[in-house]
């Protein structure tokens, strides 16, 4: 997927929910959606014809993405930013939410297994790497170092979400502006997850810096607008077999 996508959304914690995150073992699944005004009533059918017609071919796009060569997979990259483009126009002349993607992170300590559309990765921190395929290819790369996290106890609280309460605060990526609401107690997938020349993206990199899970991660302003929320928080032991590479 473009930038947003989940495997470019990989990611830090503070040492104390570093100290949690060591113990912490489970299942966290994030939905990407694109987010409208409420739902209009003026050309409802014609709106959503064109909705699933970009749709059917944004998914034509990144199916051809695990077969193709690396020059073609840049070109059919582009392709699928225009779609989502005019995803996010539809969305906002409609009305409503559209899901575009859904990222699982299975977590044990200082592992973690990434799957989502498009690409399954291996992160083991203790080894210092990241292996497995996106969009068809095999990766390997190495892990930087997970850097400290500012603390955010001093901020407002935000919304409770799945039983947990959270901190709000607002950070800035590449001149937009987002609302995030942060569980202190819980692992950062995006920390865990940063990869050396992994991501290009500057939300990414603001996540993963942030001590604890970002529940809820909002665009502030505009027509239609992407979210990131945490939609399952789901704590028990992963088998170690699950970590084992294919």
């Known amino acids: 997927m473009a930038p947003w996508f989940a495997i470019l959304a990989l990611w830090i914690l503070a040492p104390l929910a570093a100290a949690i995150e060591e113990s912490w073992s489970g299942l966290v699944t994030i939905v990407e959606s694109i987010n409208g005004p409420a739902a209009s009533s003026g050309d ?14 944004l998914k034509q796009a990144r199916a051809m993405l695990t077969t193709c060569p690396p020059m073609i997979a840049r070109v059919i990259r582009e392709d699928i930013g225009f779609y989502e483009a005019e995803l996010e126009r539809v969305v906002a002349a409609r009305g409503g939410a559209l899901t575009i993607g859904r990222t699982y992170y299975i977590i044990k300590g200082d592992r973690m297994l990434l799957v989502a559309d498009g690409a399954r990765l291996l992160i083991d921190r203790v080894s210092g790497d990241a292996t497995g395929q996106v969009e068809g290819h095999p990766i390997s790369r190495k892990l930087p170092p997970i850097p400290d996290a500012p603390a955010i106890d001093d901020q407002p609280n935000g919304q409770d979400m799945l039983g947990y309460p959270t901190k709000h605060v607002v950070r800035r990526a590449r001149g937009k502006s987002y609302a995030i609401d942060v569980a202190l107690n819980l692992p950062n997938p995006y920390a865990i997850g940063l990869i050396e020349g992994g991501q290009d993206n500057d939300l990414i990199h603001e996540l993963s810096e942030l001590p604890g899970l970002p529940m809820m991660v909002s665009e502030i302003g505009g027509d239609a607008v992407r979210s990131l929320c945490v939609v399952r928080v789901d704590r028990h032991e992963v088998a170690d077999m699950v970590f084992q590479a294919p």
Do not use: N, Y
């Open 44 to 57: 409802q059918k014609e709106l959503e014809h064109f909705a699933h017609t970009i749709e059917d071919r």
